[in-house]
């Protein structure tokens, strides 16, 4: 006697869609500074895409660091904008950047004036070689500093 397997459609529930809400950086530029006491370095936004899905940002951008070129960055922006990794390759492997953004939205005030908005970044730059093995000592390590989008004078 043949017996009959009975099908039955599975519903599933859709993922959890949680878009980027946060600020936007692109056109930010970060002054750095190393508590290593290497010099000053700049990390610029040069894009920002919003992902659709997930509460993060793509980035691409600059780092410019102890002299040379600026050295291409791609990385994103997490946690709807408090959060940033990105990366950039360097001759001995590649440097990661891993940090905190506190954003601070512009404002006027009749007696405080105008204030643009600006940003606050507080993080880690580690150094890796080819293998991706920890190079000690190399790169700026801990950085901080502030950010915001520069402003150009044109002349009439």
Known sequence: ?????????VIRPLPKIDPYNGPNYQ???FTLYSSSGKPTHYLTIATQTAEVFFAQA???????????????VAGLITGNGDGISCSWSTPNGKNVLEGALT??????GVT???????????GNVTAYDANGNVL?????????????????????
Do not use: C
């Open 1 to 9: 006697m043949a017996t009959q397997t009975q099908t039955q459609d």
């Open 27 to 29: 056109g930010f530029v």
């Open 58 to 72: 793509y980035i691409t951008g600059y780092w410019q660091g102890d002299g040379g070129t600026p050295k291409p």
């Open 103 to 108: 954003y601070s939205v512009g404002k006027f």
């Open 112 to 122: 405080s004036g105008l204030a643009w908005p600006s940003a606050y970044l507080d």
């Open 136 to 156: 000690q000592g190399m790169g700026p390590g801990h950085v901080y500093g502030e950010g915001g989008r520069p402003w150009v004078a044109v002349e009439a």
